[in-house]
C-alpha cells in the first residue's frame, strides 16, 4: 500500500522559497506512475501545480510555471516541490499525490495527508 | 485552460436522499473526467475516475455518469459519512483543472 508523506517548512517569509519533500513508501518511485504536487489555499478550491516521472520528465502549471521547480530523488524515493518568489497568495494546503496513467484516463488515486504553508514575515 | 463548472455550489440534504452534482467542462474531455470528495482537514479521496470506474473500496451507492462536456456524481442513499465537499477533475489537457467543489451539508 502506497504512502505519501509531505514534509517542509511550516513559515516562509515572502520573497522567500518555498520547499518541500514528499516521501513514497510502500512502493517504488520508480514505477509507472506521475508524482504530483496540488494546493488548496484556505476556504478555496485544489490548485494542480506540477508533476513529474521518475525519469525527470516534468509538466507545470503555466500560471506557476515561471517560479516552480519540481524534482525527483530515487535514491531516496521521494520527489520535491520548490516555489519561488512566494507571496501570500502562496499560502495554503500543500498535497502531495501519485498520478496513475492508463490507456484511456489518468487519476490521483493516492494522496498525502497535506502540509499547510503559510507566506508570513 | 479547460475551465469546469459545478452545479450546484452547495447543497442541503437528509440522510437517504438521492443526490446528484453536475459537472461541465468548457469543451469537450471524453472521458477523462475524476470525481473526489474532501472532508474537512481531510485529504481528497479518488471516488470515481474516468468519469464511471468506481475506484476499489467505495461505496457502490456513488456512481458517475457523461462523456464529453457534461458529467453527473450521484449519491443512491445519502449517509453520514457522505457529508463533505465533491470535486470534479479532468485530466484531458494540461493543466489538469478542478470544479470549484459542491458542499453537500445536512438538511
Known amino acids: 500500500q502506497v504512502q505519501l508523506q509531505e514534509s517542509g517548512p511550516g513559515l516562509v517569509k515572502p520573497s522567500g522559497t518555498l520547499s518541500l519533500t514528499c516521501a513514497v513508501s510502500?512502493?517504488?518511485?520508480?514505477?509507472?506512475?506521475?508524482w504530483s504536487w496540488i494546493r488548496q489555499p484556505p476556504g478555496k478550491g485544489l490548485e494542480w501545480i506540477g508533476e513529474?516521472?521518475?525519469?525527470?520528465?516534468?509538466n507545470y502549471n503555466p500560471s506557476l510555471k515561471s517560479r516552480v521547480t519540481i524534482s525527483v530523488d530515487k535514491s531516496k524515493n521521494q520527489f520535491s516541490l520548490k516555489l519561488s518568489s512566494v507571496t501570500a497568495a502562496d499560502t495554503a494546503v500543500y498535497y502531495c499525490a501519485r498520478l496513475v496513467p492508463t490507456v484511456t484516463t489518468y487519476y490521483m488515486d493516492v494522496w498525502g495527508k497535506g502540509t499547510t504553508v503559510t507566506v508570513s514575515s | 485552460a479547460i475551465r469546469m463548472t459545478q452545479s450546484p455550489s452547495s447543497l442541503s440534504a437528509s440522510t437517504g436522499d438521492r443526490v446528484t452534482i453536475t459537472c461541465r467542462a468548457s469543451?469537450?474531455?471524453?472521458?477523462?473526467l475524476a470525481w473526489y470528495q474532501q472532508k474537512p482537514g481531510k485529504a481528497p479521496k479518488l471516488l470515481i475516475y474516468?468519469?464511471?470506474t468506481l475506484q476499489s473500496g467505495v461505496p457502490s451507492r456513488f456512481s458517475g455518469s457523461g462523456s464529453g462536456t457534461d458529467f453527473t456524481l450521484t449519491i443512491s442513499c445519502l449517509q453520514s459519512e457522505d457529508f463533505a465537499t465533491y470535486y470534479c477533475?479532468?485530466?484531458?489537457?494540461?493543466?489538469?483543472?478542478f470544479g470549484q467543489g459542491t458542499k453537500v451539508e445536512i438538511k
Open positions: 477533475q479532468q485530466y484531458y489537457s494540461y493543466p489538469p483543472t
Open positions: 474516468a468519469a464511471s
Open positions: 469543451q469537450g474531455i471524453s472521458s477523462y
Open positions: 513529474i516521472y521518475h525519469s525527470g520528465s516534468t
Open positions: 510502500g512502493g517504488s518511485i520508480s514505477s509507472s506512475n506521475w
